[in-house]
């Protein structure tokens, strides 16, 4: 068996079947926590507009910090825009997606999806050191942190340098890692801080409708 | 015969030295040795002698002998493939039965040390019954003929790899050339079958040099498994600017777009299909409107479908992933009945 037999078979089953159980496993010992009975009247407005409305306001930086986290914030949108759309819409991608979702869509030119990836990783590697050189960040910066931003890092570095042809007589093994570098992202994703893909805007909503009852805007 | 020197063996098949100097140019061409180097193969190949050649069959379809003999018209490589002495080829030769062996053994006395041995198909390791030739083994015979050969030419993606009869689940325990015999150069030229010309010039090339050329990791030459078939794919442009036929019949696959996504296997497949190409340069399967489906390649047959794309993985299916999902669900629940617990003694034990 070949390493890109590997990546596409068993490590990609493996991959999926451990990711698939981490979500599920964290998203049911979440839900099932005890929570207390709250006692009092519900007062305030609607709670689901209220949810919808801290998911949007949660969105945008509060204005008290806009000016200090303008880089921050900025950069983490364009990085997660470039990277989703790089996932999405690079052609090879689709037939991947396709077969799990049962539907595909077009694909962009891949000059469009090398400029967007190249910009995504660059401003994932200067967020990384900022991380590293920070004074404040690199003290509340633990473990997870790093990992995230590695495996995270990993698909585009490896999906460049396979696009590139840069090792043209070893292109398969270069599929295959970056087949790899995406499987670990998967195995990482319950485990790590990279979960707040699946429950950062269900959280902001709750948040939003939890204080809602309690009369509260938040 | 073999005392013959080629070049006088070409000339008395009507070969003119232009036209032997046109196929040494382009055999310099193909293998990217600079085109100077083109005088130089023929005079060495016109004061070659005839190398005497012995050719075992295994566990093959005929498909690689096809491809190497067939004869579209009277080719410049399909004389320098004559141009050698070929003193065992069953399939070829008119001699059967005993003749036949006694032909190959006294070619392997006379040349001993100093002979290619061609081979095509795998070796079955499973029963030494499943294929033999005058009663012996295949690999009994491929070891007994490596003794004494010189290099080792595996033609044929069974013989390089195990290819097709080594596909899973293997019932004949199929293995390739370079499993069994290790101690003996051997130059797989892979492909199902291989390009003729890539077999004629890598004869050509030992017969110039009297060395095997630069071989990849796979131990195929260089010069003309270098680059991926997608590399040199004239479709190519169509895949960057992401255009791609998704049907056989649709508008994509009736204006040339990259077949990419209906399971194109050339971004990994290493061969010189594309440049070469087949039939005497008339087309390659992607010009024909057919991916690539890898046959250059170890393993092609078990790398999933012809038909999906190379980025689609073998994921599971539904079933599993609602497996999957149910042990979630369970390892969930467990662990939010232990947290609950943990939140009932931590109440019971906090004073009131």
């Known amino acids: ?218 | 015969m073999r005392d013959v020197l080629v070049g006088d063996y070409l000339r008395s098949r009507g070969v003119t030295r232009r036209g032997l100097l046109k196929f040494c140019a382009a055999t310099a061409s193909w293998m990217a040795l600079p085109p100077t180097l083109a005088q130089e193969i023929a005079a060495a190949l016109e004061k070659a002698r005839r190398p005497s050649v012995i050719w075992l069959p295994f566990q093959e379809c005929t498909g690689c002998t096809e491809s190497i003999t067939r004869a579209d018209s009277p080719t410049l490589e399909g004389l320098i493939f004559e141009a050698i002495s070929l003193d065992y080829q069953h399939t070829l030769q008119a001699a059967a039965g005993e003749a036949a062996e006694e032909a190959r053994r006294n070619a392997m006395q006379e040349n001993w040390g100093k002979y290619l041995l061609a081979v095509d198909g795998s070796i079955p390791l499973g029963n030494p019954g499943y294929s033999t030739i005058a009663g012996v083994s295949n690999v009994d015979l491929l070891r007994e003929a490596a003794k004494g050969a010189a290099a080792i030419v595996a033609i044929g993606t069974c013989a390089a790899f195990g290819g097709i009869p080594g596909a899973n689940p293997n019932p004949t325990g199929a293995v390739a050339v370079r499993d069994l015999i290790k101690d003996k150069p051997i130059i797989n030229v892979s492909g199902c079958p291989p390009i003729p010309v890539v077999i004629t010039g890598v004869l050509a090339q030992y017969l110039t040099f009297g060395k095997i050329p630069d071989l990849d990791a796979l131990g195929r030459p260089r010069a003309f498994y270098g680059q991926t078939i997608h590399d040199r794919c004239y479709r190519r442009p169509f895949y960057e600017r992401g255009q791609f036929a998704e049907t056989f019949d649709d508008e994509g696959a009736r204006k040339g777009w990259c077949l990419f996504k209906l399971g194109c296997k050339g971004p990994i497949t290493y061969n010189a299909c594309a440049t070469i190409k087949w039939n005497a340069g008339t087309s390659f399967p992607i010009e024909a409107g057919h991916g690539c489906i890898g046959c250059a390649e170890p393993n092609f047959w078990d790398k999933g479908g012809f038909y999906d794309a190379l980025s689609v993985s073998r994921w599971g299916t539904g079933s599993t992933l609602a497996a999957a999902a149910a042990a979630g669900a369970a390892v969930g629940v467990a662990s939010a009945y232990l947290a609950r617990r943990r939140q009932t003694r931590a109440k019971e034990e906090t004073p009131r």
């Open chain 1, 1 to 218: 068996m070949t390493l890109l037999d590997f990546a596409r078979g068993p490590a990609m089953f493996w991959a999926m079947t451990l990711m698939i159980i981490g979500i599920v496993w964290r998203l049911a010992g979440t839900v099932l926590l005890a929570r207390r009975k709250d006692r009092s009247s519900p007062r305030g407005e609607n709670r689901v507009a209220a949810g919808l409305r801290a998911v949007a306001m949660r969105s945008v930086p509060p204005h008290e910090l806009e000016k200090s986290i303008t880089f921050q914030h900025i950069t983490g949108y364009a990085w997660h825009l470039g990277w989703f759309a790089t996932f999405l819409f690079f052609a090879p991608h689709v037939p991947f997606l396709k077969s799990i979702l049962g539907f595909g869509w077009p694909g962009l030119p891949n000059q469009a999806i090398v400029i967007l990836a190249a910009i995504t990783l660059a401003i994932l590697l200067a967020l990384l050191v900022r991380r590293m050189v920070h004074p404040v960040l690199k003290v509340i910066s633990d473990f997870d942190d790093y990992l995230s931003s590695l495996v995270v890092c990993a698909p585009l570095v490896t999906g460049i340098v396979t696009y590139a042809h840069l090792f043209p007589d070893r292109h398969e093994t270069m599929i295959a890692l970056h087949i790899l570098s995406v499987e670990a992202l998967m195995v990482w994703l319950p485990l790590g801080k990279i979960f707040h893909c699946i429950t950062a805007l269900p959280l902001r909503f709750q948040i939003g409708a939890t204080y809602a009852r309690r009369g509260v805007k938040a």
